[in-house]
């Protein structure tokens, strides 16, 4: 079962941050949070994870709370092309694979 | 950059038929995992292979096996097909640790069974 919670949809304006919030309350010390979206049945894409740091890489930043047990992704300037479905994913340490929640659907308005 | 090859893109099957999905993970990854996304679903994991064993197990029904080769590709099989498998299914590739290693995702095959 999913370990996190997310809102089930958002929207933003184009141009603007999109900060896409996530609880994940029962995060254990050694697992990762993962993001990853999905464009309309295309494959699932990779975004960006981390541990315990903020992270930030070409697509988007990652904000996890000092207690570990939220997160944001931020998209800092959000564009059509990103209206998507977002998935934040923490992954067990235990096992190899992604349970997926709900994600959210993130709507870009022009 | 190589990407995730999985073929073929669209497949259409009747009830009762066996189908044969085939990924190619990105070179020099050693990990393959798959996933079933019913309509209006979330992505489901079935089965992965790390080094040509199964490294984990989902809800993957008895009807479907899988299996990993030498050349890391993946093949899952399917077989008796029902009106319920209709589905998008992704591969994705990792390479090193599974456990802490990204997976990226394939285009993924959508089967249709009629």
């Known amino acids: 079962d999913a370990k996190t919670t997310q809102p089930t949809s958002m929207d933003c304006a184009e141009g603007r941050a999109a900060n896409l919030p996530c609880n994940h309350s029962?995060?254990?010390?050694?697992?990762?949070v993962y993001w990853y979206r999905q464009i309309h049945s295309q494959g699932p894409q990779y975004i960006i994870h981390?541990?315990?740091n903020n992270e930030t890489n070409e697509m988007a930043s990652l904000i996890i709370t000092e207690d570990r047990k939220s997160s944001t992704l931020i998209l800092p300037h959000a564009t059509l092309r990103d209206t998507a479905v977002y998935y934040c994913?923490?992954?067990?340490?235990?096992?190899?694979?992604?349970?997926f929640g709900s994600g959210t659907r993130l709507l870009v308005r022009p | 950059a190589a990407g995730v090859i999985q073929s073929p893109r669209h497949l259409i099957k009747e009830k009762r038929e066996t189908a044969t999905l085939k990924c190619y993970p990105i070179?020099?990854?050693?990990?393959v995992y798959w996933y079933q996304q019913g309509p209006g679903q979330d992505p489901q994991f079935l089965i992965s292979?790390?080094?040509?064993?199964?490294?984990d197990k989902g809800s993957i029904p008895d009807r479907f096996s899988a299996q990993q080769f030498s050349d890391y590709h993946s093949e899952l099989n399917m077989s008796s097909l029902e009106l319920g498998d209709s589905a998008l299914y992704f591969c994705?590739?990792?390479?090193?640790?599974?456990?802490?290693?990204?997976?990226?995702f394939g285009p993924g095959t959508r089967l249709t069974v009629l």
């Open positions: 994705a590739s990792s390479r090193g640790d599974p456990s802490t290693d990204t997976q990226y």
């Open positions: 029962t995060i254990s010390g050694n697992e990762y």
């Open positions: 981390g541990l315990k």
């Open positions: 994913i923490v992954r067990m340490d235990s096992s190899y694979k992604l349970i």
């Open positions: 070179p020099r990854h050693d990990t």
């Open positions: 292979f790390y080094e040509k064993m199964q490294s």
